[in-house]
T-cell receptor, first 116, second 111 residues
Framework: GAGVSQSPSNKVTEKGKDVELRCDPI?????LYWYRQSLGQGLEFLIY????????KSGLPSDRFSAERTGGSVSTLTIQRTQQEDSAVYLC??????????????FGPGTRLTVT | QKEVEQDPGPLSVPEGAIVSLNCTYSNSAFQYFMWYRQYSRKGPELLMYTYSSGNKEDGRFTAQVDKSSKYISLFIRDSQPSDSATYLCAMSFGGYNKLIFGAGTRLAVHP
């Protein structure tokens, strides 16, 4: 079946502009995660959605970052007033997250963001 | 000190070699352990997923978890040039939780 898809695959933006990154999870997966992969920083967690529960936003680096998930499916990560240090690959993952087991997270191809 | 330590390599081996990749961690509360493979400019691909201590085998890949030593390993038998990638270990406290990643080890298998 179809995997996690993300768009755009690449985004170049000027410092100070807002950007929106989109994630389509695997159909039927209830949990959705955003991670960021920076050179020299590895993969770091940003935010997590599970069903109708309040999202876990503990990894968002500043209030310029926000995310929403509409209808329990598609998610959008928004970065306002982008800074050069926001340049990274933004990865989305989804998980079936049903007992027992099935917590494996499957990743999309990522969006490469470059802030000039 | 990082929660998960992983030698970034690079690790270069000849085709057919047995490869050993390792991670250590500091928090004994981790329960789920994963290995991902990431090719250049691609998303991470899940290779192995284990719960608690023990071994798990899938084809040429074997994952080991030693919770008493806070140490996990991935072994690749009969390595192939197509195994050349970055290998990321990841772990979580519980099913729904975020993953904590190691830095990744770059592996090159040369013919």
């Amino acid at each position: 079946g179809a995997g996690v898809s993300q768009s755009p695959s690449n985004k170049v933006t000027e410092k100070g502009k807002d950007v929106e990154l989109r994630c389509d999870p695997i159909s039927g997966h209830t949990a959705l995660y955003w991670y960021r992969q920076s050179l020299g920083q590895g993969l770091e967690f940003l935010i997590y959605f599970q069903g109708n529960s309040a999202p876990d936003k503990s990894g968002l680096p500043s209030d310029r970052f926000s995310a929403e998930r509409t209808g329990g499916s598609v998610s959008t990560l928004t970065i306002q007033r982008t800074q050069q240090e926001d340049s990274a690959v933004y990865l989305c993952a989804s998980s079936l997250a049903r007992l027992p087991g099935s917590y494996e997270q499957y990743f999309g191809p990522g969006t490469r963001l470059t802030v000039t | 000190q990082k929660e998960v330590e992983q030698d970034p390599g690079p690790l270069s081996v000849p085709e057919g070699a047995i490869v050993s990749l390792n991670c250590t961690y500091s928090n004994s509360a981790f329960q789920y352990f994963m290995w991902y493979r990431q090719y250049s400019r691609k998303g991470p691909e899940l290779l192995m997923y284990t719960y608690s201590s023990g071994n798990k085998e899938d084809g040429r890949f074997t994952a080991q978890v030693d919770k008493s030593s806070k140490y996990i390993s991935l072994f690749i038998r009969d390595s192939q040039p197509s195994d050349s990638a970055t290998y990321l270990c990841a772990m979580s406290f519980g099913g729904y939780n975020k993953l904590i990643f190691g830095a990744g080890t770059r592996l090159a298998v040369h013919p």
